[in-house]
């Protein structure tokens, strides 16, 4: 499993927190980085994949017709 090495640069706050975070977890501070920045890649791409999936759909005319569009709101109510 070969690593590489990135710098990153902090505002003083967000690097407290993150020391914070890492000594009430007992974990090093490039520990709890390394964690949070794999999940964030994780979360985006999920996203970017959510959005290229909806895309696609879109460009074969696959919506929601009239009937689910209705059946939705009446399951989960209109929020005004």
């Known amino acids: ?10 505002p003083p706050e ?16 490039e520990e709890i980085a390394t964690v949070a920045l794999r999940e ?3 979360f985006e791409a999920e996203q970017i994949r959510k959005i290229q999936d909806g895309i696609q759909a879109a460009d074969k005319g696959d919506f929601a ?3 689910e569009v209705t059946a939705f709101f009446a399951e989960h109510g209109e929020s005004r």
Do not use: K, T
């Open 1 to 10: 499993n070969m690593m590489s090495a990135l710098n990153v640069v902090l």
């Open 14 to 29: 967000d690097r407290a927190l993150l020391h914070r975070l890492a000594e009430s977890a007992q974990r090093s501070d």
């Open 40 to 42: 964030y890649l994780r």
């Open 65 to 67: 017709s009239d009937d």
